[in-house]
């Protein structure tokens, strides 16, 4: 058994009749499933398809997703796609020059795409001539 697992024992009475035993049966259901639910957590990381567009809603290539806590680096193609493996929920930053960077959290249940805005900021602004 790993760190963190947890066995539980329910002993039922089988002498009851069984239409009493739904009084034990119900609660012993929801007792299980946040067991189950936390050991789906500990899958294999699937891979995940991320979408990065401009505030036009076209493709962004070459913007640069970094996972939080790791030096894990990926690039977005042409069509504006980065692929990440997950088993859990992570944190992604989404970073591109002359944009305001996005943090997002990438997961199995949540379609994963994210819309860049330009930082007026980070322009530079052209000089005016004399």
């Known amino acids: 058994m790993k760190g963190g697992d947890v066995?539980?024992?329910?002993?039922?009475?089988?002498?009851?009749?069984?239409?009493?035993m739904h009084?034990?049966?119900?609660?012993?259901?929801f007792l299980t499933l946040p067991l189950a639910a936390d050991a789906?957590?500990?899958?294999k990381a699937k891979k995940i398809k991320c979408t990065v567009t401009n505030e036009e809603g076209k493709p962004m290539k070459g913007?640069?997703?970094?996972?939080?806590?790791?030096?894990?680096?990926?690039?977005?193609?042409?069509?504006?796609?980065?692929i990440i493996a997950a088993a859990e929920p992570i944190q992604v930053a989404i970073t591109a020059p002359g944009y305001i960077e996005e943090h997002?959290?990438?997961?199995?249940?949540?379609?994963?795409?994210?819309?860049?805005?330009?930082?007026?900021?980070?322009?530079?602004?052209?000089?005016?001539?004399?």
């Open 7 to 20: 066995e539980i024992l329910f002993i039922l009475p089988l002498k009851q009749n069984l239409h009493q």
């Open 23 to 29: 009084k034990y049966i119900i609660p012993v259901l």
């Open 63 to 82: 913007v640069t997703a970094i996972e939080h806590g790791t030096e894990d680096t990926l690039v977005t193609g042409a069509n504006g796609v980065f």
């Open 40 to 43: 789906h957590s500990n899958a």
């Open 104 to 130: 997002i959290l990438v997961s199995l249940d949540v379609k994963c795409e994210t819309q860049l805005r330009r930082d007026e900021d980070a322009e530079v602004e052209d000089t005016e001539e004399e």
